[in-house]
């Protein structure tokens, strides 16, 4: 069975500091691993995903996330965060194409002006 | 490109009901998801539809059911709600082959369950 740990489920930043959301994963193959973010009263956006080839990936609005098998972990950041950037984000892992989306709890990011 | 869609936006439903909720996946995919996401949880796996089949299921009682069409859009069945079925009802459409291994979520359903 597969499952994903997002540690802490609040996150609060500063405006221009550096955001990091934690993502440990649990699969018995190699994972496929997303992150999504949720604005309030809406559906999820793919922000970045793994599939297996680079383990550093680039995702939408300066977001990035590098893929460490060693420590089973998929963390999301962002150098210099913005106000826009205060939503709901979820890790998901999946066994690949066709599988199902085994999600996190989600971590709700705060940013202070 | 329309993106995926879902309707109706919001329903009010109370114990005992029955409800559909209806998605139309993204242009160019075959396969879609329900997910089922509580208030301040994740989503949940309900099922998945490809050719008019469902093809996998999560942990959900027989009262969900479901049914893909021949142009892929997509209902999800709810019977004798319960209070404890209120929440967002994700749509995520993907395609079977190349590509598919991403889902791409509609704006969702928000069912409250009197």
Known sequence: AQSVTQLGSHVSVSEGA?????????????PYLFWYVQYPNQGLQLLLKY???????????????????????FHLTKPSAHMSDAAEYFCAVSEGTGNQFYFGTGTSLTVIP | ?????????HLIKTRGQQVTLRCSPKSGHDTVSWY?????????????YYEEEERQRGNFPDRFSGHQFPNYSSELNVNALLLGD?????????????GGE??????????LVL
């Open chain 1, 18 to 30: 550096l955001v990091l959301l934690r993502c440990n994963y649990s699969s018995s193959v190699p």
């Open chain 2, 36 to 48: 089922q996401q509580a208030l301040g949880q994740g989503p949940q796996f309900i099922f998945q």
């Open chain 1, 51 to 73: 599939t297996s080839a680079a383990t550093l990936v680039k995702g939408i609005n300066g977001f990035e996330a590098e893929f460490k098998k060693s420590e089973t972990s």
């Open chain 2, 102 to 111: 991403t889902q791409y979520f509609g704006p969702g359903t928000r069912l």
């Open chain 2, 86 to 98: 209120s929440a967002l009802y994700l749509c995520a459409s993907s395609r079977t082959f190349s």
């Open chain 2, 1 to 9: 490109d329309a993106g995926v869609t879902q309707s109706p936006t």
